[in-house]
């Protein structure tokens, strides 16, 4: 990936991510959503009475890739259908899971998702890796800062391989970048945000209201609202700690694990990674384009990613074919 090299109109980051994450459903001729059968909807006991769920496909007996999307992504968002397809041709059993309130699911829990709840996402990470010789965990954007948190939690008896892809560092950073950026990120993220928070109130009317947070125009506004009314922390400086990646975290993962990032992202700044030690372990690979999560090699918007990630985890679970 270091030497990733798209053609040249597809060079800018914000192609790149555009495509990637909004066009790609319709134009990705690679059929990935074609390319992947009915999957199995499974709910998981996530311990303390949370519950999440996975879409479950592939051979029973292989060895499982867990996917998780990013911040108010789902099971087929393009850039999961995509590396889900091409894990699927390696032979590899997947489980895109499902974050607290993502993809349909505000039903399932009283409680509101944050990105702290990360014991959770352990917990059905190791109901999904029960009984496995073999067991990967990748993730995209704020579902690779959850992968690599989760590895750290897990020991290789759980997770044998961590793949995280462009995954959120610095939440204090990540949060400044997009209410600075180009306004079109910081309307794609409130709008996304603010239907979950319709979803959220729909399915419990008497708990929430969210009348006042529909307002709000930035996304640091409405995380200092969520953490003052409907979360444990102090402040949001607070809250953002509890899901910050640290080079003292990193160093605490045991089983084989990759950053893969780009020079060039829009969203979350690859600074942010950077300014990491060298010291943990987990392998760092910065190509110098990408976009976000993205790696649109040709004009067909084929990703150069799900490659990767298959060679990866072969690499890594000892199963699979490329």
């Given amino acids: 990936m270091r030497d990733f090299a798209p053609p040249w109109l597809l060079r800018s980051p914000h192609v790149q991510t555009i495509l990637s994450s909004r066009l790609a459903r ?12 009915a999957a199995e909807r499974v709910t998981l006991d996530a311990g303390r009475g ?17 996917v998780i999307h990013g911040w108010f992504g789902r099971g087929d968002s393009p850039y999961v259908l995509r590396a889900a397809a091409a894990l699927l041709r390696g032979g590899f059993r997947v489980a895109r899971l ?22 959770e996402v352990v917990a059905a990470t190791r109901r999904l890796a029960a009984g496995r010789d073999a067991t990967g965990i990748m993730g995209f954007s704020l579902g690779g ?10 020991g290789k008896g759980d997770v044998g391989a961590c793949l995280a892809v462009c995954p959120l560092i610095d939440p204090v950073s990540a949060v400044g970048a997009i209410d600075r950026g180009w306004f ?13 928070l319709a979803e959220k109130q729909a399915a419990f009317p008497d708990r929430y209201d969210f009348r006042e947070a529909i307002r709000l125009a930035s996304v640091a506004s409405l995380t200092d609202y969520f953490v003052a009314r409907h979360s444990p922390y102090r402040d949001a400086r607070d809250y953002y700690a509890r899901y910050t990646i640290t080079e003292e975290m990193l160093s ?7 950053i893969v990032a780009t020079a060039d992202d829009p969203v979350l700044p690859v600074a942010d990674l950077l300014r990491l030690g060298t010291s943990h372990g987990v392998a ?7 976009g976000h999560c993205a790696f649109l090699e040709d004009l067909r918007l084929r990703s ?14 000892g199963n699979g074919h490329v």
């Fill in 26 to 37: 319709s134009l990705d001729r690679s059929g990935a959503a074609a390319a992947i059968p």
């Fill in 50 to 66: 949370v519950r999440l769920q996975a879409l479950l496909n592939g051979p029973g007996d292989a060895p499982v890739v867990i």
């Fill in 98 to 119: 499902l974050l607290r309130d993502h993809d349909g699911t505000a039903a399932l829990n009283e409680e509101m998702f944050h990105s702290a709840r990360s014991r």
């Fill in 145 to 154: 800062n959850f992968a690599l948190r989760v590895a750290a939690a897990l």
């Fill in 184 to 196: 079109g990120y910081r309307g794609y993220f409130l709008d996304k945000w603010k239907r979950a």
């Fill in 252 to 258: 605490r993962v045991e089983m084989p694990a990759e």
């Fill in 284 to 290: 760092v690979t910065v190509a110098p384009r990408g």
């Fill in 304 to 317: 150069a990613l799900p490659s990767y990630a298959v060679a990866f985890f072969a690499k890594h679970l």
